[in-house]
């Protein structure tokens, strides 16, 4: 990596040494995230205002220095990580919440947590439901950067369905607004959605206004338990048929159920010990929940082995222990995990499971799987021992299969994680190659110079090659 001492030190002359850190431990901590794949930027940008942004990505550009910015680094495809070296731009300053309750809108920072965005709408009587399962630690800018979805996307969408409007920076420092705090706006190309889901690549978000929705007068939930897989699977469909809208369906085969029952010490229906489930919640007026109980609870005395409704909401608490500790659980699987978040049509949800079937016999690996069967974003978990050199290369070989089934069956190779570094050898099995040269034109119209999140999503980076941190996040296995 080529040296930019000169470049930096201009910087911490124009923004200063509190806002411009070089020291080792500022450093380290920002070399990656989640993916735990470490490359030591030289220098940190912890900014206090937006306009020390504008400064930053301004001296980036004239100098060429890689800009990679950086909420919370929840990120678990490695978009936050500086593969290049350079300077890495922190924004988990930039954190104010404004609820504007006559519009319904949230006008937030980029550094602002989901979880906090999420309870300054509920204080007003919004809601706020893009909701992954780290949103008490990410940051809705990088929530944006890599349109994260959540449980809740079947009903309600994904982060893209709730960004009104973009603040920010271009990648050669000029300010930039896409979109206005209105409902309708038709003025000009549609610049918002092209940033949203670019990871950091064409601009840096600096702010944002979220549209909010009423939130739900009423709540229930429903815990289901199957004699199978595919008995699951052809239930939810069986319910979506019935056009029956859950807020929340969760599926969790027999594999993560296992695990869970271990790390809670008790099984989740008695009698039946490791059998999938679906855990559902509906969401709405208290007329709309009504109608929906009971389809549901008529749905489940005809499809499911066991069921149990909620009575209150400490009693739907308990329900969601079964899918709150099954991904942490699962490390008793295998001491690494590949979390891959891919999406398959629902048309082909039993044909996936099957297909899951035969992956885990010819890998001779675990691969507990769980995730929204309301929009077919599931997590794969492909389990191995990183010590065991066949059991890393039977991972490898799985992941690569699944993701060209998972485009065969018409799917995606992912729903809400991103490409960054991780994804990078399976772009071109989504995406032709008059796909990629028309995204790779979009980049370098916008950033000529190559300067923000270099090496993410186009150069293929061979995960395999570069070791992991053994290293635990305070966000990791929630």
């Keep these: 990596m080529r040296s930019h001492a000169a470049a930096t030190r201009s910087l911490k002359r124009q923004l200063g040494s509190a806002v411009v850190r070089t020291d080792d431990a500022a450093r380290e901590e920002a070399s990656y995230d989640s993916a735990k794949i470490p490359f030591l930027p030289d220098a940190v940008i912890r900014v206090r205002k937006e306009s020390e942004v504008g400064v930053a990505v301004t001296l980036a550009n004239r100098h060429r220095v890689p800009l990679t910015t950086r909420g ?40 602002a947590k989901v979880g906090d965005i999420q309870r300054a709408a509920e204080e007003k009587g919004w809601f ?15 929530n944006i950067a890599c349109n994260a979805g959540g449980m809740h996307g079947g009903k309600y969408g994904v982060t893209r369905d709730f960004v009104v409007a973009l603040r920010g920076f271009l990648p050669t420092g000029e300010f930039v607004e896409w979109g ?8 000009g190309f549609n610049l918002r959605d092209l940033w949203i889901g670019s990871e950091g690549m064409l601009g840096v978000i600096t702010g944002a206004v979220l549209k909010l929705i009423p939130r739900p007068a009423e709540r229930w939930t429903l815990l289901t338990s199957f004699r199978d897989e595919t008995a699951a699977l052809e239930a939810a469909l069986a319910l979506f048929r019935a056009r029956v809208q859950p807020a929340i369906c969760e599926f969790l085969d027999r594999e993560s159920v296992l695990c869970a029952e271990r790390a809670t010490g008790r099984s989740v229906f008695a009698g039946q010990s490791g059998r999938p489930v679906l855990l559902l919640e509906f969401a709405g007026s208290k007329a709309e929940v009504r109608e929906q109980r009971a389809i549901a609870l008529a749905w489940a005395k005809q499809h499911a082995t066991a069921h149990q409704a909620a009575r209150t909401r400490e009693e739907a608490e308990q329900l969601w222990a079964v899918r709150r500790k099954c991904s942490g659980a699962m490390f008793e699987l295998g001491d690494a995990k590949l979390n891959e978040d891919i999406v398959v049509p629902m048309r082909n949800y039993v044909k996936f499971a ?43 070989k799985a992941v690569q299969r699944l993701m060209e089934t998972v485009v065969a069956m018409g799917g995606s190779i992912s729903g809400e994680h991103g490409i960054g570094l991780a ?10 190659p008059a796909q990629v040269g028309a995204m790779l034109a979009v980049k370098n119209a916008l950033d000529p110079r190559g300067v923000l999140n270099p090496g993410k999503m186009f150069e293929r980076f061979e995960v395999w090659k570069h070791a992991r941190l053994d290293v635990k996040l305070p966000w990791d296995h929630k």
């Design 72 to 111: 919370r680094g929840t990120t678990l495809t490695g978009a936050a990580t500086p593969v290049r070296g350079g300077w890495v731009l922190d924004t988990l300053a930039l954190n104010k919440i404004a609820i504007d309750d006559e519009a319904g809108m949230a006008h937030v920072g980029a550094g």
């Design 180 to 187: 206005t705090a209105t409902k309708k706006f038709s003025a």
């Design 128 to 142: 706020y439901p893009p909701d992954p399962s780290s949103k008490e630690y990410c940051t809705i800018g990088g």
């Design 423 to 432: 994804k990078t050898p399976f772009l071109r099995i989504q995406h032709s």
């Design 354 to 396: 099957r297909f899951l079937v035969g992956l885990k016999r010819e890998s001779r690996l675990h691969i507990p799987t769980f995730g929204h069967l309301a929009d077919g974003n599931l997590h794969v978990n492909i389990m191995y021992h990183k010590a065991i050199p066949a059991e890393c290369r039977a991972a490898e």
